[in-house]
């Protein structure tokens, strides 16, 4: 059992940052690589960032690649989403999840992820 809370979300102008935050508990961090995803109303959940167990891999939705980046802290059970050049296009609730499979390449479909966190809302205003 693993359980994650995200924090770090809220209001920002577009153009602005962000960062979340993802604590975990529960399993030894360092065995699962872990992603961030984000749901908007009437929308599907999709894929934003993923980084593999060591963070040595890192993956990217195209719509976000060049300004998020994601990293972890596996001495601190931590994973972040550092958000920059944010875009109203970008609000939505944010996700952290964690995957049990033994992959060295993170993955993005949201299936492949056995646990998640409660979520934490990200609003981008123009």
């Known amino acids: 059992q693993v359980t994650l809370v995200e924090s770090g979300g809220g209001w920002v102008q577009a153009g602005g940052s962000l960062r979340l935050s993802c604590a975990a508990s529960g399993r030894t961090f360092s065995n699962y690589c872990m992603g961030w995803f984000r749901q908007a109303p009437g929308k599907e959940r999709e894929f934003v960032a993923g980084?593999?167990?060591?963070?040595?891999?890192?993956r990217y939705a195209d719509s976000v690649k060049g300004r998020f980046t994601i990293s972890r802290d596996n001495a601190k059970n931590t994973v972040y989403l550092q958000m920059n050049s944010l875009k109203p296009e970008d609000t939505s609730v944010y996700y952290c999840?964690?995957?049990?499979?033994?992959?060295?390449?993170?993955?993005?479909?949201?299936?492949?992820?056995?646990?998640w966190g409660q979520g934490t809302q990200v609003t981008v205003s123009s």
């Open positions: 980084i593999s167990r060591t963070g040595g891999s890192t």
């Open positions: 999840a964690a995957d049990f499979a033994p992959v060295s390449f993170p993955r993005s479909g949201a299936a492949s992820y056995d646990y």
